[in-house]
C-alpha cells in the first residue's frame, strides 16, 4: 500500500510529526487458527456419525440436546463467517467485544431453530411443505437482522453468515441420519451418508495433518 507523504499535523522541534496517522490493519488467519477451524468441523462431524451409528430411534433423541448442539455448532461458523464477511474498511472487533457477540449471535442462531415447530402450530398441517418454508422464510430474516445487530454487518453478508450456519446444520443432520429438516416428508439420509463422511472426515484429517506440520515447522 502506498501512503501520501505524511506533512500533516503538528511537528516537534526536530522537524518530526508529533502525531501519527492509524493505519488499517488487516487481520490475517494463522496456520494454528485454520488447524482449530478444521478441529471443530472434524469434531462435529465425529459427534453427527456417533449419533447415527449409536441412535436407532431418531424420534427419541433430545429436542433440548439438539438445540444445544445448534448452539454449540453455531459459535465457530459466526466467528468464522465474521473473519472473512466483514467490511475491511471497519475496526474488526476484538477480546471479550468480540466474543460476546458471537456468543449472543450463536444463541440467537441456534432458538431459531424452533420457528419451525412455531409454523408447524401457526399453521396447523402436521409439518407439510407450507409448515417448514414459512419457518425457514422467518429463520432466514431474523437471522440475517440477529447477524447484522450483532457484527454490524449489512444484510446482505447478513445473509450469507446465517446461511452458512443452516447449510452447516443441514449437511450435519443428514450425516446424523435425521430429516434435513425437523420432520420433513419424505425418508431420512440414505446409509449412504456415513461412506460420504468417512470420506469427508479422512479428506479433513489429512488436512489439517499437513496444516499442523505447517504451523510448527
Not at 465457530?76 to 449471535?105: M, T
Not at 450463536?106 to 401457526?122: H, K, Q, S
Request: hydrophobic content about 55%; glycine content about 10%.
Amino acid at each position: 500500500v502506498v501512503h501520501a507523504p505524511q506533512n500533516f499535523g503538528p511537528k516537534g522541534a526536530s522537524g518530526q510529526a508529533v502525531l501519527k496517522p492509524l493505519f488499517r490493519q488487516e487481520t490475517v488467519v494463522s496456520p494454528v487458527q485454520i488447524v482449530l477451524i478444521f478441529a471443530v468441523i472434524f469434531g462435529f462431524i465425529a459427534v453427527a456419525l456417533l449419533i447415527r451409528l449409536g441412535v436407532d430411534d431418531k424420534s427419541t433423541f433430545s429436542s433440548v440436546l439438539m438445540l444445544a448442539l445448534a448452539v454449540a455448532l453455531a459459535v465457530p461458523c459466526a466467528l468464522g463467517a465474521y473473519s472473512f464477511l466483514r467490511d475491511a474498511e471497519l475496526g474488526a472487533l476484538q477480546g471479550q467485544d468480540l466474543w460476546l457477540r458471537v456468543i449472543g449471535c450463536a444463541v440467537a442462531y441456534g432458538l431459531l431453530w424452533l420457528a419451525i415447530p412455531l409454523a408447524e402450530y401457526a399453521v396447523d398441517d402436521d409439518y407439510s411443505t407450507t409448515s417448514w418454508l414459512t419457518g425457514m422464510a422467518v429463520m432466514f430474516v431474523l437471522g440475517t437482522i440477529a447477524a447484522h445487530l450483532a457484527f454490524g454487518i449489512d444484510m446482505t453478508m447478513g445473509i450469507l453468515h446465517y446461511g452458512l450456519f443452516l447449510g452447516c446444520c443441514l449437511l450435519l443432520r443428514w450425516i446424523a441420519g435425521f430429516h434435513v429438516l425437523p420432520d420433513e416428508l419424505g425418508e431420512p439420509a440414505s446409509d449412504a451418508a456415513p461412506q460420504a463422511a468417512w470420506s469427508l472426515l479422512s479428506d479433513v484429517g489429512e488436512s489439517m495433518a499437513r496444516l499442523f506440520f505447517l504451523a510448527v515447522g
